[in-house]
């Protein structure tokens, strides 16, 4: 069975700092690996994801994540952080089984960024 | 506008009394699924759905039903509401292909059972 760790519950940095949020996960074969970030009050946006190719991928927002199989990780970095990207962030890990699809997601890092 | 709707937003209800969420998207996706969000434990999967009338339990589907009689729809069901199930629940839908693609939420119903 898949799992996903993230061993930050919470996290705070000053705006116009470096940001990095980790992510590990458990899985037999290559994943498929997102983050997702949740706003107050909203649903889920997808930020990024990774399948396959070049382990560096870049999603929207500024937002990087590379995906290192020898440590299992999966973390996310931003190079400078704005105060607008306060929000709670999950990484997820997706397996596909014959005709079913299984996505695990992590407990959550809540970002608090400070002026 | 490519979406997944949720409804109700927000529920107030009594222990025991039956209720639906409804669950809608216009995406055309094979996959939806239903997770609830509670402080410290992230997002669990109560049932998914890969297509019409192809429905499976997730990680947490106690107290829970679904159908999923059309693609665009997946209701939630709580045939007897208890205080555990007092939550945030999200909807969410995907295209997966032959793989696994991201999936897209809808706005959350937040339930809360007395």
């Known amino acids: 069975a898949q799992s996903v760790t993230q061993p930050d519950i919470h996290i705070t940095v000053s705006e116009g700092a470096s940001l990095e949020l980790r992510c590990n996960y458990s899985?037999?074969?290559?994943?498929?690996l997102f983050w997702y970030v949740q706003s107050p009050g909203q649903g889920l946006q997808l930020l990024l994801k990774?399948?396959?190719?070049?382990?560096l991928v870049q999603g929207i927002k500024g937002f990087e994540a590379e995906f290192k199989r020898s440590q299992s990780s999966f973390n996310l970095r931003k190079p400078s952080v704005h105060w607008s990207d306060a929000a709670e962030y999950f990484c997820?890990?997706?397996?596909?089984?014959?005709?079913?699809?299984?996505?695990?997601f992590g407990t959550g890092t809540k970002l608090q960024v400070i002026p | 506008e490519a979406q997944v709707t949720q409804n109700p937003r927000y529920l107030i209800t009594v222990t025991g009394k039956k209720l639906t969420v409804t669950c809608s998207q216009n995406?055309?996706?094979?996959?939806m699924s239903w997770y609830r969000q509670d402080p410290g434990l992230g997002l669990r999967q109560i049932y998914y759905?890969?297509?019409?009338?192809?429905?499976d339990k997730g990680d947490v589907p106690e107290g829970y039903k679904v159908s999923r009689k059309e693609k665009r729809n997946f209701p939630l069901i709580l045939e007897s509401p208890s205080p555990n199930q007092t939550s945030l629940y999200f909807c969410?839908?995907?295209?997966?292909?032959?793989?696994?693609?991201?999936?897209?939420f809808g706005p959350g119903t937040r339930l809360t059972v007395t």
């Open positions: 969410a839908s995907s295209s997966p292909g032959q793989g696994v693609d991201e999936q897209y």
């Open positions: 899985y037999g074969a290559t994943p498929y």
């Open positions: 990774y399948f396959s190719g070049d382990t």
């Open positions: 997820a890990v997706g397996a596909r089984s014959g005709g079913y699809q299984k996505v695990t």
């Open positions: 995406m055309n996706h094979e996959y």
């Open positions: 759905s890969m297509n019409v009338e192809v429905t």
